[in-house]
């Protein structure tokens, strides 16, 4: 049960089904109400606005200010802390665009606001009948990769979290309707997912996220588990693996960039070695630019964290 506005109930709430359905539904209308007015501001002010919301109130939210500060320090040890102070601010601005964002996906994702950088021959793959699934993280704006696929010519079939509120998870999914193709829920079945690789289609999802049951890697020099999905779905379909990332180069101004594909040879062991380029390939993109990336999410598990 995650809260949005009323987290210091939630322990109470947790025990009254009813009254976290009415929380649920006003925070639900909440954000409702912000997308419209996001909308009404047009992409550059409104991702403005985001930024202003975000600096303003994220460093206030007492649950997650020590996951950002925690992470922040473990992937940039060699900034002052003023520097560091910097590009927490800046951390949150992007955050903030991100949400404001939603409000217009589909303009965003035209040629005119979404440059399109391909450098792992995405139409070489496709003549060869081979299914991709594409890889990315919480970076830039991650919720425009499924729209670049598409505009590659590779629409996605893209593997989401719901969120715990139904009614924002009905609204998130409203905004991704531009995708234009069902997303696989995470934790679904693979069986589906599987035949939609063998025929040639393609889906994603992003590693960014902790899975205590997935493959310990090394991130940032410190141990957590990643997902091995995308590891196993080509090892089972023969599909590539393409990684992928949303830049920011501007207000309302993006690129995403498909990267050299990975091929997974047979056997378990191959299952970790993925997984661990993975890793690498997305530590680089952090690096490139640590205030495009979501601090606010935990990616290891509360004792590590506590140690940086």
């Known amino acids: 049960m995650k809260l949005i506005f009323a987290e210091r109930l939630g322990p109470w709430l947790a025990r009254h089904p009813k009254a976290l359905d009415r929380v649920w539904r006003l925070e639900a209308w909440l954000v409702r109400g912000l997308i419209r007015l996001f909308q009404g501001l047009g992409p550059e002010r409104s991702g403005a606005l985001g930024a202003w919301l975000l600096r303003t109130f994220g460093p206030k939210a007492r649950k997650k200010q020590p996951v950002v500060e925690a992470t922040l320090r473990r992937i940039t040890p060699e900034l002052t802390p003023a520097q560091r102070r910097a590009v927490l601010r800046a951390n949150w601005e992007s955050t903030g665009a991100v949400f404001a964002e939603y409000a217009h996906l589909k303009q965003l994702a035209g040629p005119d606001r979404l440059a399109l950088r391909d450098e792992a021959n995405l139409p070489g793959l496709q003549a060869e009948g081979r299914g991709i699934i594409f890889v990315g993280a919480h970076y830039g704006n991650w919720e425009l990769l ?28 409203e905004a991704r309707s531009a995708f234009g193709a069902d997303p696989f829920p995470r934790g679904a079945p693979l069986r589906p997912m599987l035949r939609h690789l063998r025929s ?19 991130f940032f020099d410190a141990p957590t588990h990643f997902s091995a999905t995308p590891a196993r779905l080509a090892q089972r379909t023969g599909a590539a693996i393409v ?21 997974v040879e047979a056997g378990e062991a191959s299952l970790t070695q993925v997984t661990e380029a993975l890793t690498t390939r997305c530590e680089a993109w952090i690096r490139h630019d640590p205030s495009q990336w979501l601090l606010a999410n935990r990616r290891w598990d509360k004792a590590t964290l506590a140690a940086f």
């Open 146 to 173: 499924p729209m670049a696929a598409g505009r590659a010519g590779c629409p996605m079939r893209a593997v989401y979290a719901p969120l715990h509120n139904p009614y924002l998870d009905d609204l998130l999914r």
């Open 243 to 263: 990684p992928l990332w949303a830049e920011r180069l501007a207000p309302a101004r993006y690129r995403v960039t498909f990267e050299r594909p990975l091929f």
């Open 200 to 218: 040639g289609g393609a889906t994603g999802l992003l590693l960014d996220i902790r899975v205590p049951e997935g493959i310990p890697v090394s």
